[in-house]
């Protein structure tokens, strides 16, 4: 169904994510969605965010998956800048309404369907 990608050294986890697998599951066939990944505000979060994606990647790829999908909200620029460097596009948009409207200043993917 799925799987759990940490990241970390020793006893600290700096960042994780939680991926779905294939048919069966909200990723599809040969999909890897990540449906939830944060990174630690203690890490450096650009350079952590990105070994995570990749970590994701590498998941996807041993597991005999053909794409990686996830989904990200907009307000989070740090995070969907570092996604879109990577290679990630767009395929489907939403609005998530906040109050008050204040920057996300984390890198978290999260599920928008």
Partial sequence: MGDTVPLGSGDSVDAFAVCHLDTGTEAGADTCYIKFAAVSPRAPADHVFGQLLDACETLAVQQGMRRAEAGVNLNRGLAYRS???????????????????????????????
């Fill in 83 to 113: 996604m879109l460097r990577r290679g990630f596009t767009a395929e489907l948009y939403g609005v998530s309404m906040h109050r008050p409207d204040a920057p996300a200043y984390i890198y978290v993917v999260d599920d928008l369907r």
